[in-house]
C-alpha cells in the first residue's frame, strides 16, 4: 500500500503549494471583500479579474481539472495522487475553484462523465471543465429528514417527452453564483410500491427554466456565502426535457454513491489542508506574541496543545490517505466504511485545531482579521454535508458488525 507521493505528484504538489501560497492567499481577503460592493449576488469587475487571473495561471501551468481520476482527461492522477494536492488547495478558501477542483462541480462533472449522455457532455460537461460556468446539486429537502435519502419527496411526473418537477430543495450549495447554469437534482419517481433503493433518480435542470424561484439563501452561522450560496429554491411545474433524466428512472441512489464517494474524500482532503494551515497559524501566533513576559509558546499548555493538534493532523492524513487508497482498488463496496470514517475523524480533527488556533489568537481569532472563523463555520458545517457524522458512524459500525454475525444488520 503506497500513500506516498510520486515524483511527479510532488512536483505538482510543489507547483500548487507555491501558488496557493504566493499568488492565491494575498488576495484571498480582497476578494471576499468585494462581497460588500454592490449586489451581494453578482460577480464584482475586481472579483472576475482576481479569479479569472488565478484561473488564466492555473491553466496555462498545467495545474487543471487535476480532481478527474481514472480518466483519460485531466491529469490521470489516483484518489491517493489527488489527495496529496487538494490538502493544498484547501488552505486557501478560493484556491479549489483557480484549479477547476471546486465542490459541487468536481461532483457534477464527474457525473456528466461516467453517466451522462453526449449531449448531456458536450452542453454541460465541456463548459465546466473549461471553467466556463459553475453548477449545483440539489439534494436536502426542508419538509423531510435528508441524512435518509429515501425520503427525498420531489416529484418528477413524466408527461409526454418530458418530465414536470414540483417541490422544494435547499442547501442548494452554489445556485446563488450569477455563474450557474445547470444543477443535478434529486427527485422521486417511484410509487410506494416501488423498492425503496428505486424510488429516485436525477435529472439535469437546465437552471433558466420557467417556474424555478429562489426563495432565498440560507445562512452558515450568519453568513450567507455570497455570491456562492446555499439557496432554498422552489420548483413549480417545472418542464423538464425526458433526454435529461440521467441513465433512467429509479437509478439516483447508484449515481448517488459514484458521485459522494469521491466528494466526501476530497472535502476531507481540503479539511486537512484547513487544519494545517490553522496549525502554521497557531504556531506564529505563539512565537511572535508575548504575555506576562514570555512567548504565548511557552504559557499554559501551549506546547501540549501544538503537538497534540500536529499528532491529531497527522493521524487524520493518514486514514484519508488509506481512504483514498481503498477508492482506487475499484471496490466501491469495500471503500464506504473507509470514507465513512475519515468523514467523521477529518472535520472533527479539523475543528479542534483551528479553535485551538482561534483560541491562541484571543479576540482577533472570533474576528474578520483572520480567516479562523470562517474556517471554523466551514468545518462545522461539514459535520453535517454529504451525511451527519451519525449516519456514517452507524455505516462503520453495520460495516464491523457484520464481520461477527451472519444477521442483517
Not at 505538482?12 to 499568488?23: S, T
Not at 461516467?114 to 446539486?137: E, F, I
Not at 433524466?245 to 474524500?265: N, V, Y
Request: net charge negative.
Amino acid at each position: 500500500m503506497d500513500l506516498g507521493m510520486s515524483t511527479r505528484v510532488k512536483a505538482l504538489r510543489d507547483q500548487i503549494a507555491a501558488m496557493v501560497r504566493d499568488e492565491i492567499a494575498p488576495l484571498d481577503t480582497e476578494y471576499h471583500a468585494e462581497v460588500l460592493v454592490g449586489d451581494r449576488w453578482e460577480m464584482t469587475p475586481r472579483q472576475t479579474e482576481i479569479l479569472e487571473g488565478l484561473k488564466t495561471r492555473a491553466r496555462d501551468a498545467g495545474l487543471w481539472n487535476l480532481w478527474l481520476t481514472d480518466s483519460d482527461k485531466g491529469h490521470g492522477l489516483t484518489t491517493v495522487e489527488y489527495a496529496h494536492l487538494a490538502e493544498e488547495m484547501g488552505r486557501v478558501h478560493i484556491a479549489a475553484e483557480v484549479f477547476n477542483c471546486n465542490a459541487p462541480d468536481t461532483g457534477n462533472m464527474e457525473v456528466f462523465e461516467r453517466y451522462g449522455t453526449q449531449a448531456m457532455k458536450d452542453q454541460w460537461l465541456v463548459p465546466l471543465m473549461a471553467g466556463q460556468v459553475r453548477s449545483a446539486y440539489l439534494m436536502t429537502e426542508p419538509d423531510v429528514a435528508s441524512s435518509d435519502a429515501t425520503n427525498i419527496a420531489m416529484t418528477c411526473m413524466r408527461d409526454g417527452d418530458d418530465y414536470i418537477l414540483n417541490g422544494e430543495k435547499w442547501w442548494a450549495t452554489g445556485a446563488g453564483d450569477p455563474r450557474c447554469a445547470v444543477y443535478i437534482v434529486m427527485v422521486r419517481t417511484g410509487d410506494a410500491d416501488t423498492p425503496k433503493h428505486q424510488r429516485h433518480s436525477m435529472i439535469v435542470v437546465d437552471a433558466g427554466l420557467e417556474g424555478i424561484e429562489k426563495i432565498r439563501p440560507m445562512q452558515v452561522y450568519g453568513s450567507d456565502d455570497a455570491p456562492h450560496g446555499h439557496m432554498h429554491m422552489r420548483f413549480t411545474n417545472v418542464r423538464v426535457p425526458a433526454a435529461n433524466m440521467l441513465l433512467g428512472e429509479g437509478r439516483g441512489f447508484e449515481i448517488a454513491q459514484g458521485r459522494l464517494g469521491p466528494g466526501r474524500i476530497h472535502h476531507c482532503m481540503r479539511a486537512i489542508g484547513q487544519a494545517e494551515a490553522a496549525l502554521e497559524m497557531m504556531c506564529k501566533r505563539s512565537i511572535d506574541r508575548e504575555a506576562f513576559g514570555k512567548p504565548l509558546s511557552h504559557l499554559g499548555a501551549n506546547f501540549d496543545i501544538i503537538a497534540n493538534c500536529r499528532m491529531k493532523i497527522e493521524q487524520a492524513r493518514l486514514l484519508c490517505l488509506k481512504a483514498a487508497w481503498m477508492m482506487d482498488q475499484g471496490d466501491a463496496r469495500a471503500a464506504a466504511p473507509w470514507i465513512s470514517q475519515i468523514k467523521v475523524v477529518a472535520p472533527q480533527m479539523a475543528l479542534e485545531v483551528i479553535d485551538e488556533a482561534v483560541q491562541m489568537h484571543g479576540a482577533m481569532g472570533i474576528s474578520q482579521d483572520t480567516p479562523l472563523a470562517g474556517a471554523w463555520a466551514a468545518m462545522r458545517t461539514l459535520r453535517l454535508a454529504d451525511g451527519p457524522d451519525a449516519v456514517h458512524r452507524r455505516q462503520v459500525a453495520r460495516a464491523e458488525l457484520r464481520k461477527h454475525t451472519q444477521a442483517k444488520i
